[in-house]
């Protein structure tokens, strides 16, 4: 049984820094699968901010995060973070941890590829 459990979330002034933490079960590690970081922001579609191929460590960032986010794994404590830097306010949105086995592989930031999603965690980032 896959879940998937965020924490971190919170309202901060622009400039400011967070860390999400996404707890997930031991079949989300290894070989196959892929942990991500994706976000609604109020009105708009989901999208994907970041993921990694816990197998090997592989990344890929969107183009609005690289260079103010960091997405890393704990594969011991099965622990997912997203370092955010440099928040500004459109970065405002319920962020969502998800996790996928292989059919993500050739779009990882493609929130269909991935079956598996925790409950949100919601960040605000004010002017």
């Known amino acids: 049984q896959v879940q998937l459990v965020e924490s971190g979330g919170d309202s901060v002034q622009a400039g400011g820094s967070l860390r999400l933490s996404c707890a997930g079960s031991e079949y989300t590690y290894g070989y196959g699968y892929w942990l991500g970081w994706f976000r609604q922001p109020p009105g708009k579609e989901r999208e994907g901010v970041a993921t990694i191929y816990t197998a090997s460590g592989t990344t890929y960032y969107a183009a609005s995060v690289k260079g103010r986010f960091t997405i890393s794994r704990d594969n011991a404590k099965k622990i997912l973070y997203l370092e955010m830097n440099s928040l500004k306010p459109e970065d405002t949105a319920t962020y969502y941890c998800?996790?996928?086995?292989?059919?993500?592989?050739?779009?990882?930031?493609?929130?269909?590829?991935?079956?598996?999603w925790g409950q949100g965690t919601q960040v605000t980032v004010s002017s």
């Open positions: 998800a996790a996928c086995y292989l059919t993500c592989s050739n779009r990882p930031l493609d929130e269909r590829g991935f079956g598996y």
